[in-house]
C-alpha cells in the first residue's frame, strides 16, 4: 500500500489500494441485492457479525464499502455508514441513539429541514432545548439530568454563525455526552469535527463530496472519541466485541436494516468520483464567495452581509484559527425596500435553486422558500430576516460573477 499524506491525493488512490479483482481504480457498482455463500455456515457466520460479509444490499454492498471507507478516511474516524439522503443520515442518528424521555440540546441556527426534524422528534417523546451554540456557556446551561446529546453545525445556513466547536467538544467530554457535528458546511478538506473531541459527524454527501448536484446521500462517521460502554441506549445484542463499534453497529441495524435508508451503488459510485475533486472545487468556490462578500459589504443596498470571511463577522476569528477556508455559502440582507426576487432574476450567473455545494452559483430568499413553514417570529430567532438572500457560490471565473452580481444590484 502506497503512502500518501495529502487530502486529494489519499481520495483519488483510495480505491485502487483496496482488495478487488482484476485491479480496478474506481470500485465497480455491485447492483447484486442478495449475496450468496457456498455454505450454509459462511452465511450464518455473515448474519451473526463472526465473519465479514455481505448478506443483502440494504444494509451494504462492496461499492457502498469502499465509500464508507474514504469517508471515513478524510474525517479521520474508525468507521462510517452511508444513507440515502443526508437528512436520512441524521434522522438515523437520533431515531436509533435516542428514545422517548431522552433529552438533547441543539444550536439553535440549524438548516431549515434539520429544524423541522427537531420538532418531529419532540412528538416521540424527546425533550429538545434549542440554544445560541456560538457561545458554550448556553449550551452547559441548558443540560438536565436527562441529557444524552449535543448536535450542532459548523457553519450554519444560511446565517453562517459558527458554533463554540473545541469549548463545547471539551465540555461534552466532560460529561460523557455524544456530540454530534453537522460537518456539511465545511466538510473534511475545510474541518475535521474530531479535532473538536466530536463523537460522531454527519456530512450531506450530495454537497461538497459530490459537488455536481448530480446525486443525494448522507453519511455517519464515528470519530472514536466516545465511549459507547457508558451510553444507557445501546441494545444488549449490540454489547459485543469492541466498545467503540457499538454505535454505527446499532444505527446500522436499525436505521439501514430495519428502516431502509439505503444508498444505491450507483450513488455511492457517482459521490466517489465526485469526491476526488472537493478540494479543487472548495479552493475556487471559497476564494469566489470571499471576493462576493468583500463586494457586498461595500454597497450601499446592502444592509448586512453574513461570510465568516470578513473581519465583521462575529466569528471570523474563530473561523480563522479552526477553518482551511471561511466555506462558500454566505447570505445577505437587502436594504428596506429593494425586492430579493428582482434581484436574483437579474443576476444572470445565479441559478434560482435550493441546494449547495454545486459547481454553479445558486441562490434564493430565506424567507420566501426554505423557511417560509418557520414563520417570522421564528426566522427572528433564528436570525433569518425576511430580507435574506442565500447563495452557494460556485466554481465560475470569478470575473464573471462579481460582474454579475454588481449589474443586478445596478438594476434594483
Sequence with gaps: MIKLKGFTSNIVHHDRQLDHNDNPIHTPIYNSVPYGYKSTKDLENVFQGKTSGHSYARQATPTTDSLQSMITQTELGIGSLVFATGMGALSAIFLTLLKSGDHLIASRFLFGNSYSLITTLENFGIEVTLVDATDADNVIAAKQDNTLMVFVETIANPGTQISDLVAIGNWCEQEGLVYLVDNTMTSPYLFQPIRAKA??????????????????????????????????????????????????????????????????????????????????????????????????????????????????????????????????????????????????????????????????????????????????????????????????????????????????????
Design 199 to 412: 463523537s460522531l459527524v454527519m456530512n450531506s454527501l450530495s454537497k461538497y463530496f459530490c459537488g455536481h448536484g448530480t446525486v443525494l446521500g448522507g453519511a455517519v462517521t464515528d470519530t472514536g472519541f466516545f465511549d459507547w460502554s457508558t451510553y444507557p441506549n445501546i441494545f444488549d445484542a449490540y454489547r459485543k466485541g469492541e466498545a467503540n463499534k457499538w454505535g454505527l453497529t446499532q444505527i446500522k441495524k436499525k436505521a439501514l436494516r430495519d428502516m431502509g435508508g439505503t444508498l444505491s451503488s450507483d450513488g455511492a459510485y457517482q459521490i466517489a468520483v465526485g469526491s476526488e475533486t472537493m478540494a479543487l472545487r472548495m479552493d475556487r468556490s471559497c476564494a469566489n464567495a470571499l471576493a462576493l462578500a468583500q463586494l457586498l459589504e461595500t454597497h450601499e443596498k446592502v444592509e448586512a452581509v453574513y461570510y465568516p470571511g470578513l473581519t465583521s463577522h462575529p466569528q471570523h476569528d474563530k473561523a480563522t484559527d479552526w477553518f482551511r477556508h471561511y466555506g462558500s455559502i454566505l447570505s445577505f440582507d437587502l436594504k428596506d425596500g429593494y425586492d430579493c426576487a428582482q434581484l436574483l432574476d437579474s443576476v444572470d450567473i445565479t441559478i434560482n435553486a435550493t441546494h449547495l455545494g454545486d459547481n454553479r452559483t445558486l441562490a434564493l430568499p430565506m424567507a420566501s422558500t426554505i423557511f417560509y413553514e418557520m414563520g417570522p417570529e421564528n426566522r427572528a430567532k433564528s436570525g433569518i430576516s425576511e430580507q435574506m438572500i442565500r447563495c452557494s457560490i460556485g466554481i465560475e471565473d470569478t470575473d464573471d460573477l462579481l460582474e454579475s452580481f454588481q449589474f443586478g444590484l445596478d438594476q434594483l
